[in-house]
């Protein structure tokens, strides 16, 4: 049974792309090209004051990471027309007296422009702005300080986005291969009209979907193992915690995926619609609510709620947990259970199903 | 080409597409609600932070501290005690995403002159929410602590006063919904072009009527227009439907011209259909043109500045953008939105899109012909 689905598999080149060639697309766009950080932000600056000082702040400027100076335009007008063309997203102006007003103990603000389409973009450009400015101030004046700030960052240290964005979309790619593939195998024999042959053979419930299962198992275990070679090899995405229980974790979670397609294939009995509803059921929900990019926190309480259903909420729990936190057992013992009971609930709906069928 | 043939076809192919009823979800509400769902989900914004509040000390000045934070909105308190381990454990399993730690002496060193420690810890996790939290609490601690110096010593402290003035423009309150509205709308638009067509042409070569159309006096040509202007007709309702939705609904501001606004997506619809007509050549059954479909449209979404900034991708990704149409219609369709610029800011991305659209079109023409020789 698992050797037929294995064949059946390796002849159709595009279940096999879509087996192998979109989780590497996946973690590899992911690793490099696509981060949510903020770096070399475009930015034109514009100093009418021409002293020492403006200079020596337009030089601290361009010397750090986080701005880019691409264009020193002579007037406002000029520059705002950057911003509205796109070409840069923040205008810093420095006012003409501005180093005398300094001395003489006047404020005279810099002017910054930020554009705002982008919001994420533009707070954290507004926040590096901002933390720039303030960092020069205590350059150049050393105040005295009586709250002494202490932040320090926890599981990612760095800040870098592509550390919780690489273990992340090993969930996708599980729910890409496990649900979406799946969701076809069981319907293909009801539209094949295969279904009747198979419902006499000497066959249990139990064995045909297991067999059905077994080779997309072992596909979706091999993407996850390329996925974490590749973020640690490539990516330099390092796990901090214990691979094996991220493997536990996996395999439960892949058991679900699996069974959710198997589970839609069975009651949709047709390809095309059991594939829509694999994209729409499975593998959106998981991309968009499992807190894997976007943060359920900022969403409402009924986006929250459908969150809590979903299995990809919990095994990013454990993939965070094991990757970035480093926590034993004991922090995740929660979401174990849940996956558990999730896997049990759905094995067994769906051997009652094919009971009914009269399996 | 014969006008009164084509427009047989095209009458022909809305029947056809209203009349299976299979068609009518994809058309109304997967549209709204993508719509929905994307203005909802995606929320960068900087609210309900939680914290795990360990406050030894309990004085005046160390609520003053809290207080700063809390009436700024954007923060609540989860927990509060004097065990600085449970507030830790909390940040850990994530149900709170910073700890604040205030020693039993801090108000005392406040009360000496002497800078008295604040450790905050933060949940690192999500790189770009944490830098968005960081800098909130970093610029709530700085202006806490000239109130403080103010307080302390009677008098403003600073002595250089540099300083910046910040101005937000085109999304003054930084609302997510208004940077990624506009972008569903031309995703949904690129999306169900590109489907339709592919379905309509596939279903014709299933059931075998593709052939039948062949042998009557059709042109290759007519039956490629009447195959995609339908479709084209439909993502221009869409279109008008989904823009609706985003003002009515989430309250979007349209600063500018819908005419230009029209002419992008008919421009850009050019580039749609071709590679819906391309994804039909490609593609036996409805099956693997839905599978063709989604992994065309992964690699647009992803390298089109949806959500992923473009300027942080690397230089030969970035070089790969400038080939995606999507990506100039999303500046095209922000800048209408958001910018209210004219044509004067958005021509180059025009001409980009009219060069794609007709490199796309022309190939995937004569792909068509080819397959159907």
């Known amino acids: 049974m698992a050797r037929k689905e294995f064949y059946h598999t390796l002849r159709d080149i595009r279940s096999l792309y879509l087996a192998f060639a979109i989780p590497l697309l996946l973690v590899l766009l992911f690793g490099y090209a696509l981060s949510l950080d903020v770096k070399g932000i475009p930015s034109a600056v514009i100093d009418h004051d021409q002293t020492p000082i403006s200079r020596d702040f337009l030089r601290h400027l361009a010397a750090n990471p986080y701005f880019h100076i691409i264009f ?21 102006i420095i006012p003409p007296a501005w180093a005398e007003k300094l001395k003489a103990n006047r404020t005279s603000p810099l002017q910054i422009l930020l554009d705002g389409s982008d919001p994420n973009y533009a707070s954290l450009s507004r926040a590096y702005i901002t933390t720039f400015i303030e960092d020069f101030r205590q350059v150049k004046e050393k105040p005295v300080l009586l709250l002494d700030s202490r932040i ?26 496990g649900a979406i593939l799946t969701s076809l ?33 072992f596909i979706a275990v091999t993407d996850v193992i390329i996925a974490m070679l590749l973020g640690e090899i490539l990516l330099n995405v390092t796990m901090k915690g214990n691979f094996w229980i991220l493997m536990m974790a996996t395999v439960l979670y892949i058991g679900i995926a699996l069974s959710l397609g198997l589970f839609i294939s069975i009651v949709t009995k047709s390809q095309l619609v059991a594939n829509h509803t694999a994209v729409l059921t499975t593998y959106l929900p998981s991309l968009l609510l499992s807190n894997f990019v976007f943060p359920v926190n900022n969403m409402p309480w009924i986006l929250k709620f459908l969150s809590s259903l979903i299995p990809a909420t919990y095994y990013l729990r454990v993939l965070m947990g094991i990757y970035l936190k480093n926590v034993g057992v004991s922090y995740l013992i929660g979401d174990f259970l849940i996956l558990s009971f999730m896997l049990l609930g759905l094995m067994t709906t769906n051997y009652l199903l094919l009971r009914r069928e009269g399996m | 080409m014969r006008p009164a043939a084509i427009f047989e076809l095209i009458h022909k192919e809305f029947i056809q597409l209203f009349r299976d009823k299979k068609n009518r979800p994809l058309l109304v509400i997967v549209p709204l609600l993508q719509l929905l769902i994307f203005g909802y ?68 060193m406040i009360l000496k002159g002497q800078s008295a420690p604040l450790q905050v810890i933060v949940d690192g996790t999500m790189s770009n929410m944490a ?37 937000t423009w085109y999304n003054p309150n930084l609302e997510s919904q208004y940077f990624f509205v506009p972008g569903i709308v ?9 489907l339709l067509t592919s379905m309509a042409i596939i279903k014709e070569r299933e059931t075998g009527t593709l052939e039948q159309l062949l042998v009557t006096p059709l042109t290759p040509s007519e039956l490629i227009i009447g195959k995609t202007v ?73 390298l089109s500045g949806f959500v992923f900034p473009i300027a942080n991708m690397p230089f030969a990704v970035r070089l790969l953008t400038y080939l995606n149409p999507l990506r100039y219609m999303l500046t095209v369709i922000r800048g209408i939105f958001l910018k209210g ?29 080819k397959r159907l020789d």
């Open chain 1, 152 to 177: 320090r960052v926890w599981f990612n240290e760095e800040l870098e986005s592509r550390l919780f964005i690489v273990p992340g979309i090993i969930a996708v790619i599980i729910m890409i291969v």
């Open chain 2, 341 to 369: 610029v004219g044509l004067d800011a958005l021509w180059g991305e025009l001409t980009a899109m009219v060069v794609i659209g007709i490199a796309l079109f022309t190939a995937a023409v004569k792909r068509f012909r």
């Open chain 2, 41 to 108: 989900v995606v929320n960068y914004d900087v609210k309900n932070v939680r914290i795990a509040l360990c406050d030894q000390a309990k004085t005046k000045e160390s609520r003053a501290v809290v207080d700063a934070f809390l009436g700024s909105k954007i923060f609540f308190v989860t927990y509060q005690g004097e065990n600085c381990t449970r507030a830790d454990e909390l940040v850990i399993t994530g149900k709170a995403d910073l700890a604040f730690h205030i020693g039993p002496n801090f108000s005392e």
């Open chain 2, 131 to 167: 830098s968005l939290r960081i800098a909130t609490v970093w610029s709530i601690i700085a202006s806490t602590n000239r109130k403080l110096l103010k307080e302390f010593y009677g008098t403003e402290q600073s002595s250089i006063p540099i300083e910046g003035r910040l101005r």
């Open chain 2, 186 to 194: 031309a995703f949904v638009i690129m999306l169900l072009s590109l």
């Open chain 1, 185 to 217: 195998v069981i319907a293909r024999e009801y539209e094949n009209v295969t279904m009747d042959t198979i419902k006499v053979l000497p066959l249990s419930a139990g064995e045909f979907l297991v067999g059905k299962a077994l080779p997309y198992f």
């Open chain 1, 72 to 92: 020193r335009p002579s007037t406002t007008k000029e520059a705002i027309k950057l911003l509205d063309y796109g070409k840069v997203t923040m205008v810093i």
């Open chain 2, 230 to 302: 339908p479709y084209a007709l439909i993502a221009l309702l869409q279109m008008v439907g989904v823009t609706a939705f985003a003002v009515y609904w989430f309250e979007l501001p349209l600063m500018g011209s819908l005419t230009i606004l029209f002419l992008a997506v008919l421009i850009f619809l050019l580039s749609t259909l071709a590679l819906g007509l391309f994804i039909s050549t490609i593609s036996a059954t409805r099956q693997q043109a839905m599978m063709s479909t989604f992994f065309f449209i992964l690699p647009f979404f992803m």
